[in-house]
């Protein structure tokens, strides 16, 4: 298995704009998580999935984010529209029954 | 809720010596898995070791082991013969089935040659 797959791996932007971020979870694993990773906040929990099903949101920060899982093998968050204080590295994790793998992250540059 | 409580936000260690991390945590689960993760700058994030709660006995991993007290819900890292390549963010991690993962807020340990 190749992993925790996200992409793109950078992405740069201009305020305003529409900035989607996709993972590829682990295949067999029922739990998905998003994370952002800032140097002022830390990791913060943005949302998570359970059998596709989203459990948690109540860490995404404004209605300008969304996630979606459409399938097991998929999933997106989207921004719309960025401003220069969602730049951060967004992570993508998945959890099988005894450890979490995650993926290398998406440096998200908004200016 | 469940939190994880790092205090520590920086450790500093010289080679070859050993360091302990420390990690609180609480939850109402019985059933629940505790990790320590660590994060070089490459920021991929790497598990280091694995604790289920039902288990007594402490986990091993080479150079890292960890002090699990149950009852006093503490999850304590310590690594021997520091190496270089150790250096890195290190979260606590507790997790049960379905739920979260609640991170830490994290320790950056420092290796001096």
């Known amino acids: 298995d190749a992993g925790v797959i996200q992409s793109p791996r950078h992405e740069v932007t201009e305020m305003g704009q529409e900035v989607t971020l996709r993972c590829k979870p682990i295949?067999?694993?029922?739990?998905l998580f998003w994370y952002r990773q800032t140097m002022m906040r830390g990791l913060e929990l943005l949302i998570y999935?359970?059998?596709?099903?989203?459990?948690?949101d109540s860490g995404m920060p404004e209605d300008r984010f969304s996630a979606k899982m459409p399938n097991a093998s998929f999933s997106t968050l989207k921004i719309q529209p960025s401003e220069p204080r969602d730049s951060a590295v967004y992570f993508c994790?998945?959890?099988?029954?005894?450890?979490?793998?995650f993926g290398q992250g998406t440096r998200l540059t908004v200016v | 809720a469940q939190t994880v409580t790092q205090s520590q936000p920086e450790m500093s260690v010289q080679e070859a010596e050993t360091v302990t991390l420390s990690c609180t945590y609480d939850?109402?689960?019985?059933?629940?898995?505790l990790f320590w993760y660590k994060q070089p700058p490459s920021r991929q994030m790497i598990l280091v070791i694995r604790q289920e709660a039902y288990k007594q006995q402490n986990a091993t991993e080479n150079r890292f082991s960890v002090n699990f007290q149950k009852a006093a819900k503490s999850f304590s890292l310590k690594i021997s013969d520091s190496q270089l390549g150790d250096a890195a963010m290190y979260f606590c991690?507790?997790?049960?089935?379905?739920?979260?993962?609640?991170f830490g807020q994290g320790t950056e340990l420092s290796v001096k040659p």
């Open positions: 999935f359970n059998n596709n099903v989203p459990i948690d």
């Open positions: 939850t109402s689960e019985s059933d629940y898995y």
């Open positions: 295949s067999g694993h029922n739990s």
């Open positions: 994790a998945s959890q099988g029954y005894t450890e979490a793998f």
């Open positions: 991690i507790c997790y049960n089935q379905g739920g979260k993962l609640i």
